[in-house]
């Protein structure tokens, strides 16, 4: 059963809860994929509550959130960012999406990515793009349905090691009634 979710724009006051709730489901996505210490770093580095505020503060960036009651069950960020080379047209980032353990497989990563889709829509974008760790096998399956096709790669560092990251781009979709 989808559990009734309403999705919404970040607020500043949501800035500690999104911080917390980001690096659990960083550390869940990540456990089985790389080493606990340096995923525990990178989000000591990134998903920190005055980290989070600056980000929903950026007017580059428009944070949705996915809430079930009154609990975070998943994000996304959609970010005005230049696109690498491989990228083409008018485009915006897909910077992150993430959802809850406990909300995998109920239909709410679709509706972010619709909630993505359609502020990218909005913000006269033909493209979305994103790097995707390619181990992430569960995150390339979700993105392929959504028509991303691998375009290039991009460096990322994590845990002192330099990855190449796969570089996923889709068209967006027209608004459908």
């Not at 960012?81 to 485009?91: E, F, L, Q, Y």
């Not at 994103?130 to 691998?150: H, I, K, P, S, T």
Request: charged share 20%.
């Amino acid at each position: 059963m989808t559990p009734t979710a309403h999705l919404r724009p970040a607020r500043a006051d949501d800035a500690a809860t999104l911080a917390a709730f980001a690096a659990q489901a960083f550390t869940d996505t990540y456990r089985d994929l790389d080493d606990a210490q340096d995923i525990a770093d990178y989000c000591a580095e990134h998903f920190q509550p005055e980290v989070m505020a600056g980000v929903i503060a950026d007017p580059a960036c428009r944070t949705l959130l996915a809430v079930v009651g009154e609990q975070l069950a998943g994000y996304a960020i959609v970010r005005d960012k230049p696109p690498p080379p491989c990228v083409r047209g008018p485009a915006l980032q897909l910077w992150r999406l993430y959802l809850g353990q406990g909300f995998i497989g109920q239909k709410l990563g679709v509706r972010l990515m619709q909630a993505a889709q359609a502020e990218a829509r909005r913000q006269g974008a033909g493209t979305l793009w994103l790097g995707v760790y390619d181990r992430n096998v569960r995150a390339v399956e979700f993105y392929r349905r959504f028509g991303f096709a691998q375009v290039g790669v991009s460096e990322f560092l994590f845990g002192g090691r330099i990855y190449s990251d796969p570089i996923y781009a889709a068209a967006v979709p027209e608004e459908t009634s």
